[in-house]
């Protein structure tokens, strides 16, 4: 079946650390997004790109880093820059970008930095 | 990027219609309005778009004013497992932007 694989579910860091979450999808979708989500908030973009070798930043990228180097592969790194990186990252994809439908998520990684 | 609002928290009987509010005054006329809804702890789900005509799929319905200001989702016969939250998003600049949505309760 076709869908978006995210790993770990859980991921658990130390301050100071950079640490790396996975996202692969096997739908030939164009676009993948990266999505933080905060207790009782809604989803902030992150990074988010329409085809391979490149990405924009959203709303919220500082202290995050992303590549795209195959079309089923966007990883987002959580550099030691980020203030308060505990929360739940949420990844998708879409068939191409500017369109809303077809967004498909993954189940999430929730990531504790103690 | 067209923003939306919703009311936080909304309640409904389980079996009864749910009709969900959404205002988005600075729309586009190209501009499509998605509804998404959130099961707690899980990612998004597609529920239906819409431009400017009335909309209606297996899931749910979605009716928009004529001026385009607003919209409401229907949802006709609400079960427990409709309990989520519900996004409302006017799409901006080739991605969807999520707002606070409005977490819906279907009460037994």
């Known amino acids: 079946d076709g869908g978006i694989t995210q790993s770990p579910k859980y991921l658990f860091r130390k301050e100071g650390q950079n640490v790396t979450l996975s996202c692969e999808q096997n739908?030939?979708?164009?676009?993948m997004y990266w999505y933080r989500q905060d207790p009782g908030q809604g989803l902030r973009l992150i990074y988010y790109?329409?085809?391979?070798?490149?990405?924009q930043k959203g709303d919220i990228a500082e202290g995050y880093s992303v590549s795209r180097e195959k079309k089923e592969s966007f990883p987002l790194t959580v550099t030691s820059a980020q203030k308060n990186p505990t929360a739940f990252y949420l990844c998708?994809?879409?068939?191409?970008?500017?369109?809303?439908?077809?967004?498909?998520f993954g189940s999430g990684t929730r990531l504790t930095v103690v | 990027d067209a923003k939306t609002t919703q009311p936080p928290s909304m309640d409904c009987a389980e079996g009864r219609a749910a009709n969900l509010p959404c205002n988005h005054s600075?729309?586009?006329?190209?501009?499509?309005v998605y509804w998404y809804r959130q099961i707690h702890s899980q990612g998004p789900q597609y529920i239906i778009h819409?431009?400017?005509n009335n909309e209606t799929n297996e899931m749910a319905s979605l009716i928009i004013t004529e001026d385009r200001k607003s919209s409401t989702l229907i949802l006709p016969h609400a079960t427990l497992r409709d309990t989520a939250v519900y996004y409302c998003?006017?799409?901006?600049?080739?991605?969807?932007?999520f707002g606070q949505g409005t977490r819906l309760t279907i009460n037994p």
């Open positions: 998708a994809s879409s068939p191409e970008a500017g369109t809303g439908v077809g967004y498909t």
């Open positions: 739908l030939n979708h164009d676009a």
């Open positions: 790109s329409q085809i391979v070798n490149d990405f």
């Open positions: 600075t729309i586009s006329g190209n501009e499509y």
């Open positions: 819409g431009l400017k």
């Open positions: 998003i006017v799409l901006g600049a080739q991605k969807l932007v």
